[in-house]
Nanobody, 127 residues
């Protein structure tokens, strides 16, 4: 019954900032990771960032490191992705996902590792 719901997408201009949210519910797991991915039509889903929920350890793809920041509010069961200095190439549908880590953790950059996905929120960057 895990449900993930993204929000916060919209139409912005080059150079703008935007914060995406992902509300999680229905999970009863003691250890898990949450991640952000994005996808454009006809393209493979691209890994962006992930966070280990309990420790707060973060992971970033090289393509967004220094520009995007992942965080979470445990009390609200909400994941965030703060995006700065947005570029035209950031236009995509953004998804949050949950990975149930085992003893060895989660291979956070691999989409197949994630058991649950939200429906996505569209981010469009225009000039």
């Amino acid at each position: 019954q895990v449900q993930l719901a993204e929000s916060g997408g919209g139409l912005v201009q080059v150079g703008d900032s935007l914060r995406l949210s992902c509300a999680a519910s229905g999970h009863t797991f003691s250890r898990y990771y949450m991640g952000w991915f994005r996808q454009t039509p006809g393209q493979e889903r691209e890994y962006l960032s992930a966070i280990e929920w309990i420790t707060g350890t973060t992971y970033y793809a090289d393509s967004v490191k220094g520009r995007f920041t992942i965080s979470r509010d445990s009390a609200k069961n909400t994941l965030y992705l703060h995006m700065s200095s947005l570029k035209l190439e950031d236009t995509a549908e953004y998804y949050c996902a949950m990975c149930l880590g085992g003893p060895g953790g989660c291979h956070v950059s691999l989409s197949d590792e994630y058991a649950f996905w939200g429906q996505g929120t569209q981010v469009t960057v225009s000039s």
